[in-house]
Each structure stands twice: as C-alpha cells, then as structure tokens.
C-alpha cells in the first residue's frame, strides 16, 4: 500500500461503522426540543473525546503534528455545555476505549475526531435549522470545528497521516475508534 492511500484506505475500510455511528447519532439530533436535549448530546460526545483525546496524546506530540494542542475537541464540547449554562462536572466517562498501542494507531483515532469537524460543519447548519435550537446557538463550538479554517486543518492532518509508516496500524486505530463511539453511543442513547 502506497503511503498517499491511507486516508483513502481507512474512509474506505470504515465506510459501514461510520454510517452506522451517523444512524446513531441523526435521530438525536432531529428530535432535540430544548438546551437539555443537546446538552445530553454534547456529554456523549465529551465522555468520549475527554479520555480518547488522553490517550492519543500519549503517543502524538508537536514533532509528529505541530498543532496537535490545538486540536482538541473536548475544549470545546466543554465551552458549548458553559454556554447552554450546564456546568455540572460529573459526566459520565467512557472505560471502554480503543487499545491505543503505538503512534500510528494514535494517528487512525485522531482521523475519526479530525474527520468529526468535517461533519460538525454540516450538522451545526442542520440545528440553526431546528427552532427548538435558538437558544443555544452561541453554543456550536464543537461543531464549528476549526471555522473557517476547518479544511486546511483537515488537510494538514491529511498529509501527516499520508505519511505514516504502519499503515495496518494506522486503519485499525481509526475502526476500534468508530467501533468504540458506537458502542458508546448506544451505551448513551439507550440510558436517556
């Protein structure tokens, strides 16, 4: 496998999980009705992204991504739960995350959060949409992702990856991640 076709290889390989996580996920989004209703939906994502982002930063540091400092999304999740006025600290916390063993599979993790800015752009449009939304519309941080600069950061983020070496490594962190956040979310959705 050419080093070029990794991000290619693991959209590909990851295709079903991700569907499945967005199938998971669209039905809570389309029936919120109030600040409460989302903010359950931000501390899903936050129990996820808060120990996930831990563990890859254990294994990514600036020489291997200069900006990875800024690429964390449980910052936002929290700023977003501040501005719809939930500050309560006792979020629950996913335990069962992938086995991160290595950089490149650290790098297959951070695909599935970095690709989430991509389509966090799409859903904070869908929710400005929903009327029962209006009162937490300062509150799309996370969903925003980088703003303007979403698609430079994706393809920077591309170009390091593409560069990887175990690229076995690197799509097997990205499928144990999908396959972790739905195993989470359903874990989430069913106890609401």
Same mark, same amino acid.
């Given at each position: 496998?050419?080093?070029?076709?990794?991000?290619?290889?693991?959209?590909?390989?990851?295709?079903?999980?991700?569907?499945?996580?967005?199938?998971?996920?669209?039905?809570?989004?389309?029936?919120?009705?109030?600040?409460?209703?989302?903010?359950?939906?931000?501390?899903?994502?936050?129990?996820?992204?808060?120990?996930?982002?831990?563990?890859?930063?254990?294994?990514?540091?600036?020489?291997?991504?200069?900006?990875?400092?800024?690429?964390?999304?449980?910052?936002?999740?929290?700023?977003?739960?501040?501005?719809?006025?939930?500050?309560?600290?006792?979020?629950?916390?996913?335990?069962?995350?992938?086995?991160?063993?290595?950089?490149?599979?650290?790098?297959?993790?951070?695909?599935?959060?970095?690709? %989430?800015?991509? =389509?966090?752009?799409?859903?904070? *449009?869908?929710?400005?949409?929903?009327?029962?939304?209006?009162?937490? #519309? /300062? &509150?799309?941080?996370?969903? %925003?992702?980088? =703003?303007?600069?979403?698609?430079? *950061?994706?393809?920077?983020?591309?170009?390091?990856?593409?560069?990887? #070496? /175990? &690229?076995?490594?690197?799509?097997?962190?990205?499928?144990?991640?999908?396959?972790?956040?739905?195993?989470?979310?359903?874990?989430?959705?069913?106890?609401?």
């Amino acid at each position: 496998m050419s080093l070029p076709q990794i991000a290619a290889v693991i959209k590909e390989t990851t295709r079903t999980l991700h569907e499945e996580v967005e199938q998971l996920l669209l039905p809570q989004l389309t029936t919120i009705k109030n600040p409460g209703d989302y903010g359950s939906i931000l501390k899903m994502f936050y129990g996820y992204f808060q120990p996930l982002e831990n563990l890859i930063h254990q294994y990514i540091t600036k020489e291997e991504l200069p900006d990875i400092a800024d690429r964390r999304k449980a910052a936002a999740i929290r700023n977003d739960l501040n501005a719809i006025g939930d500050s309560e600290i006792a979020w629950q916390s996913c335990t069962h995350l992938p086995r991160l063993q290595n950089t490149a599979q650290a790098f297959g993790a951070l695909y599935v959060l970095e690709g %989430s800015t991509l =389509g966090g752009k799409m859903i904070a *449009k869908m929710l400005l949409k929903n009327a029962a939304f209006s009162t937490c #519309e /300062n &509150a799309l941080t996370f969903f %925003s992702g980088y =703003g303007e600069d979403t698609g430079n *950061k994706w393809k920077t983020f591309l170009d390091v990856l593409n560069r990887q #070496e /175990n &690229a076995g490594d690197v799509v097997h962190g990205a499928n144990e991640t999908f396959l972790y956040l739905k195993r989470w979310m359903q874990h989430c959705f069913s106890h609401e």
